[in-house]
């Protein structure tokens, strides 16, 4: 069975940058997916961040690129979102998810909340 | 960037009942690349339908979806009490990928 795992700070201060690691189970990264970010501000929806592919390929939400950053390491499974300069308004629960390929997010991890404050 | 609205914004409805979450696209959204995700509270999305009318595994058959264009339904034919949660659209027809703000579903 599938399943994801979000870690990283709970916290984090304005203009710093953000780091959550995502770790998979039951499902190599490298053997095919995309794998993405999803974020959820309090009380609020859902907005896709970006996504990654094993191979390299990445591609970011226009509204977010200038300051994201995910990569993988396949050798641990895992995979990584950086967001740098952050403010109160990136303060979120951040999810991982499996994503079919430019389509649907088929598997989630908990989510993990992020807050930026002094 | 294709922005989706969806309505109501909540749904007062009894178990039993039929519930009908409408979800309307800025533009056509290709190829009826549509999904829809339930979200129960402290809970992560869980993918309900794709392809607009595809139930994903392990969804039950009182989930249906409908539509094309820039208009879709979902519609769950028999509230369960599980059912009562929190209903997003995402369209991956046009990059970027975006969701809707959601209809809550609660109880009457």
């Known amino acids: 069975q599938v399943q994801l795992q979000e870690s990283g700070p709970g916290l984090v201060k304005p203009s710093e940058t953000l780091s959550l690691t995502c770790t998979v189970s039951g499902y190599s990264i490298s053997s095919g997916y995309y794998w993405g970010w999803i974020r959820q501000p309090p009380g609020k929806g859902l907005e896709w961040i970006g996504s990654f592919y094993h191979s390299g390929i990445t591609y970011y939400s226009p509204s977010l690129k200038s300051r994201v950053t995910i990569s993988g390491d396949t050798s641990k499974n895992q995979f990584s979102l950086k967001l740098s300069y952050v403010t109160a308004a990136d303060t979120a629960v951040y999810y991982c998810?499996?994503?079919?390929?430019?389509?649907?997010?088929?598997?989630w991890g908990q989510g993990t909340l992020v807050t930026v404050s002094s | 960037e294709i922005v989706l609205t969806q309505s109501p914004g909540t749904l007062s409805l009894s178990p039993g009942e039929r519930a009908t979450l409408s979800c309307r696209a800025s533009q056509s959204v290709s190829s009826s690349y549509l999904a829809w995700y339930q979200q129960r509270p402290g809970q992560a999305p869980r993918l309900l339908i794709y392809g607009a009318s595809s139930r994903a595994t392990g969804i039950p058959d009182r989930f249906s979806g409908s539509g094309s264009g820039t208009d879709f339904t979902l519609t769950i034919s028999r509230l369960e009490p599980e059912d009562f949660a929190v209903y997003y659209c995402q369209q991956y027809g046009s990059s970027p990928i975006t969701f809707g703000p959601g209809t809550t579903v609660d109880i009457k």
């Open positions: 998810a499996r994503e079919v390929p430019g389509t649907t997010f088929d598997y």
